[in-house]
């Protein structure tokens, strides 16, 4: 079975654009999350959607958006880019996003703010 | 504030030998803690991961460690290949709002010399 995918895996954008990340969940899993990842550092959490519902947010700016499709399948968008955004995106799976079961995370979305 | 501290930030460990990664958590949810492995250019992989009603758990030449009392769990890694050279974060679930997602340590590179 496939994992995690994401896509696109590199973009590069210059700052004040808008981006669109997607990724699609693994087979039978209902929720997704959203971390980002900048050099050197642990994952950050971004979002979470369970049933296409946000079910949490992290210390984000409002510039940053998700929503989550009938299919499961998820969309982080990212609005008026700054340089601090270049980092690693990445998203995760997980069967009904409680603490307890594991997330399976994708390769992530490279961003790079010019 | 919740976080998870991490330490070593670098570890270089000889082919053969036992690699020690510790982790403590604070104001943290407590009832699951992965362990993630990151090879470069890709997302972290789930290696191993404890419930706090189990002190130990292994599996193969990875070990979780676990102490309630002192809020710590670590990882060790037996027989230490080149081949897991990489870097390993612990995490913890998040506490009250969200639930299923994780809070990250900063990560520790370990290098396994041939």
């Known amino acids: 079975d496939a994992g995690v995918t994401q896509s696109p895996t590199h973009l590069i954008k210059t700052r004040g654009q808008h981006v669109t990340l997607r990724c699609s969940p693994i087979s039978g899993h209902k929720s997704v999350s959203w971390y980002q990842q900048v050099l050197g550092q642990g994952p950050q959490f971004i979002f979470q959607?369970?049933?296409?519902?946000?079910?949490g947010r992290g210390n984000f700016p409002d510039r940053f958006s998700a929503r989550q499709f009938p299919n499961y399948s998820s969309e982080l968008n990212v609005n008026a880019l700054l340089l601090g955004d270049s980092a690693l995106y990445l998203c995760?799976?997980?069967?009904?996003?409680?603490?307890?079961?594991?997330?399976?995370f994708g390769d992530g979305t490279r961003l790079s703010i010019l | 504030q919740q976080q998870v501290k991490q330490s070593p930030q670098s570890l270089i460990v000889q082919k053969g030998g036992i690699s020690i990664i510790n982790c403590a958590y604070e104001?943290?949810?407590?009832?699951?803690f992965p362990w993630y492995q990151q090879f470069p250019g890709k997302g972290p992989a789930l290696l191993i991961a404890?419930?706090?009603?189990?002190s130990e758990k292994k599996e193969g030449r990875f070990t979780i460690s676990f102490n309630k009392s002192a809020k710590q769990f670590s990882l060790h890694i037996m027989d230490s290949q080149p081949g897991d050279s990489a870097t390993y974060f612990c995490?913890?679930?998040?506490?009250?709002?969200?639930?299923?997602?994780?809070?990250f340590g900063k990560g520790t590179k370990l290098s396994v010399k041939p």
């Open positions: 995490a913890a679930p998040t506490f009250g709002g969200s639930q299923g997602n994780l809070i």
């Open positions: 104001n943290t949810a407590f009832d699951y």
């Open positions: 404890i419930r706090p009603d189990v």
């Open positions: 995760a799976s997980s069967l009904a996003g409680v603490t307890n079961q594991p997330q399976h």
């Open positions: 959607y369970y049933e296409k519902e946000e079910r």
